[in-house]
């Protein structure tokens, strides 16, 4: 509905409840509605579902139509990113938000900090995604209530050919809001609590959530030791729950996003339940570490399991955990992605523990012999030293082809010696192109990064406080901040408008009209950078 064409809607609803409502004009309201498009995260969730499932057609047609997020432990945070996004690209389109559950257990909990294994409330999650929907939807309204102020000044000078530009720009504003894949981790309970969860999400407005094969209790981050996996009709008991909270809650195109760390992951807590040779629990159980049994020579406490008429004592950790076999870890994991997607789910994430886009590939060539349009998520992690692993590679790869290689050692690439090297040039690039191979060649259809804004936030508060406290005092923050927001155009230099003074001040004219007490006059500071 164009902006117009909602005037006059609300007008004539104006208009049939009579006098009580005379003081209401229909082109305020008009405004209102357009700059509030999503008054309900269903609506958000309807909404951005929809533009992940085409992007993953438009992948499937081309790779090169892969997609990206960073990932934003506050609405601030995402709201400047997808600001600066459209400053910079001209549209949100292929770009998505990222909820990291390692950033909320860090960042966001009641507790205070804490590491990645699912301490946190549970409510801290779908609470984050409310707010970052909150601050899109409010760079929405600020970036519209500027186009209805120059649509005002243009009418007020009766010029037509910008009031007409204005309208259609109005009409056809692209939104802020994106879709977001988010973290349920391995789901903070049984499927259950799972279900429970995923609704309070997807009514935030999540499209997109991303479960993990890890035990609820003894949930690890993807990148530290100790992480135990579970059976798969376990996990998929959790997918299926995903799929039934989507559906009862009116999102059908509702992404779920599976996850496996079995590439890590040396150890179960539970021996599959199996009713017949070759199943998906007899295979499950196929990995564990086994010792065959004497049933002469049976100890107090063993576990066993049968198999091909033999007895095996699965290896029993104190932790009461049983390990796989060393060296199973991409079988269970191909295993793991195949059955995932045959039980619902749309997409995977593989966690390993380097950015190798062969050793991902490998893996995914497996999966699609069986499921040809599998698509990956893959963390572009922080956790990975990018420098030093792609300095090896290149290392690894030039000492293959017989290049000299005795000017560097490679144990020490990361230092800042090498940094003017061809070697170093060589994989900077690969790492510039690593998101485009991994799309092309390991079926990546999106890039993100977890922990990329908790990480810029440290270093641009250490560089600030470094100079603010030091020799520069004051100028160490306007040289460093302030000017470089004026002369590279960051909104937030006004941080007033950015938070939503003027937004205040549409509204007050509106209850008020001439009464309005408003902000924005003539002795607001913020106008010094009225030119910025």
Known sequence: MTYQSRIAELGKTISENGAPWGAIDAASAARMAVQNRFPTGLDIARYTAKIMREDMEAYDADPANYTQSLGCWHGFIAQQKMISIKKHFGSTKRRYLYLSGWMVAALRSDFGPLPDQSMHEKTSVPALIEELYT?????DARELGGLFRELDEAKAKGDAVNTHRLLKEIDEHET????????????????????????????AGACALQIENQVSDEKQCGHQDGK?????????????????????????????????????????????????????????????????????DIKNGQV???????????????????????GTGEDRCVLDCITALEAGADLLWIETEKPHVEQIAGMVDRVREVIPNAKLVYNNSPSFNWTLNFRQQIFDKWEAEGKDVSGYD???????DYDGTELAAEAD????????????????????????????????TDNLAKEYFGEQAMLGYVKNVQREEIRQGIACVKHQN???????????????????????G?????????AA
Do not use: W
């Open 135 to 139: 601050f899109l939807r409010q760079a």
């Open 176 to 203: 802020h809001v994106v879709p977001i894949i988010a973290d349920i981790d391995a789901g903070f309970g049984n499927a259950e609590a799972t279900y429970l969860l995923a609704k309070k999400m997807i009514e």
């Open 228 to 296: 135990v996996t579970v059976p798969h009709e376990e996990f998929h008991q959790k997918i299926r729950a995903i799929r039934y909270a989507f559906l009862e809650l009116g999102v059908p195109d509702g992404i779920i996003v599976a996850r496996t760390d079995s590439l890590g992951a040396g150890l179960t807590k539970s021996i599959a339940y199996s009713k017949e040779p070759g199943d998906l629990g007899d295979q499950y159980n196929s990995f564990l570490d086994c010792d065959e049994v004497d049933a002469a």
């Open 304 to 326: 066993f399991i049968s198999r091909d008429g033999k007895l095996l004592a699965p290896k029993r950790l104190p932790s009461n955990l049983y390990q796989f076999r060393p």
């Open 410 to 416: 490679r144990a020490k690439l990361m230092s800042i």
């Open 429 to 460: 690039e690969k790492i510039r192109t690593f998101q485009a191979d991994g799309a092309k060649r390991a079926g990546i259809f999106h890039h993100l990064i977890t922990l990329p804004t908790y990480h810029t936030a440290a270093l641009s």
């Open 498 to 520: 950015m938070a939503g003074s003027d937004i205040g001040d549409d509204h007050k004219e509106y209850f008020a009209g001439e009464a309005a007490l408003k902000a924005g």
């Open 522 to 530: 003539k002795d607001n500071t913020m106008n010094q950078f009225a």
